[in-house]
């Protein structure tokens, strides 16, 4: 069993930055792909970007200048950092890691609860 645990979300000026973290723990073999996930107000929920377990990053396209990934893999934690933060980035963030419970089994999708962003004007 996996628990993620985000923070980091609040509500935030527009212009202005945050850092989301995200923490596994539980009873696993391995972590690989860790990432964030946001829904915005009334639309689906969206990648925004995912790193291995080796440091490679993949953003979406909106993503791309502004947003900034990375991992600690000895804490197991990934982290999010938005720069220059507009209304339109407002939504729930959502961690998600492929994990192995066993040396033998398949990977295994964990999603957190989410941590809630909101930009204001």
């Known amino acids: 069993q996996v628990q993620l645990v985000e923070s980091g979300g609040g509500l935030v000026q527009a212009g202005g930055s945050l850092r989301l973290s995200c923490a596994a723990s539980?009873?696993?073999?391995?972590?690989?792909?860790m990432g964030w996930y946001r829904r915005a107000p009334g639309k689906q929920r969206e990648l925004v970007a995912q790193?291995?377990?080796?440091?490679?990053?993949d953003y979406a396209e909106f993503a791309k200048g502004r947003f900034t990934i990375s991992r600690d893999n000895a804490k197991n934690t990934v982290y999010l950092e938005i720069n220059s933060l507009k209304l339109e980035d407002t939504g729930v963030y959502y961690c998600?890691?492929?994990?192995?419970?066993?040396?033998?089994?398949?990977?295994?999708?964990?999603w957190g609860q989410g941590t809630q962003v909101v930009v204001s004007s």
């Open positions: 539980g009873k696993f073999f391995s972590i690989n792909l």
């Open positions: 790193i291995t377990s080796g440091g490679t990053t």
């Open positions: 998600a890691t492929d994990v192995r419970p066993t040396s033998g089994s398949a990977w295994i999708t964990n």
